[in-house]
């Protein structure tokens, strides 16, 4: 057996896709402030989203970032609007579309039940809050299948810096070179993880271009190829 544990990457990596959920978020947010002030629902959506491009040249790869009370802060701030009363309630809109309107991946079920049924360590090391991330899992009802949760929240850094990944190992007792890394994005999972001297796996189910990097990785085209090539690793 060459790989002991398995993290995988939430977002995009367990259920899809987190663009158009995203979207719908941010609608969702700006009706509300619209029905709260009168102000355009898109305008209202956009500041939103303005927020987080505020945020993220602030604090780039502090978890903070993806606080969406603090989009919403930052995005009425810009635009003249008190975000007092209302920024706490936009994040709660925003994250319940969000959490509404997943699907999960073909085959993610099966396959955490089959690692565990194993006793292969899993873990899900993912780039965003801790609550947020602990609801989404179990809105997808893997709560009890999916291992410890590791997120750049708890690490104190977003992947692709190493923080996330030595706590991720720690938690699970492994050690980096026996642990293999699958998700979608190939900056913070694949290189963060090759990096750190893990194994990786890209789920590439955008069939995007498949760069060079120093190091060979895997790649599979959907959850349900990433499962069959898991399978042989973990000699399931
Ligand atoms: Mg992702």
């Known amino acids: 057996m060459t790989i002991k544990a398995v993290l995988f990457d939430l977002d995009d990596t367990l259920y899809g896709d987190f663009k158009s959920c995203d979207k ?39 978890p903070e970032m993806h606080n969406r009370t603090l989009f919403a802060k930052w995005g009425l701030e810009a635009i003249g609007v008190n975000p007092f009363k209302y920024a706490q309630n936009m994040n709660d809109i925003y994250w319940n579309t969000v959490i509404d309107n997943m699907v999960i991946h073909n085959g993610v079920e099966k396959l955490l039940t089959e690692l565990k049924n194993a006793n292969i360590p899993v873990g899900i ?24 949760l590791i997120s750049s929240e708890d690490a104190g ?3 692709p810096h190493a923080p996330i990944f030595d706590l991720a190992c720690k938690k699970l007792n492994v050690s980096p070179k026996q642990t293999l890394m699958v998700g979608d994005s190939i900056k913070h999972d694949i290189k963060g993880a090759l990096d750190f001297n893990m194994q990786a796996m890209w789920l590439n189910w955008k069939g995007e271009a498949i760069p060079e990097l120093d190091k060979p990785f895997y790649v599979a085209d959907n959850f349900e ?12």
């Open 24 to 62: 719908l978020g941010l609608m969702a947010a700006g009706e509300y402030l619209s029905k709260e002030i009168g102000i355009d629902a898109k305008k209202a959506a956009d500041a939103m989203n303005n927020g987080r491009e505020l945020l993220r040249k602030h604090c780039p790869y502090e």
């Open 157 to 159: 850094r977003d992947k």
């Open 125 to 148: 090391c993912t780039n965003m809050l801790a609550d947020v991330q602990m609801k989404k899992l179990c809105k997808l009802g893997l709560e009890d299948i999916c291992g410890i």
């Open 225 to 236: 190829h990433a499962a069959k090539q898991i399978h042989t690793l973990c000699d399931l």
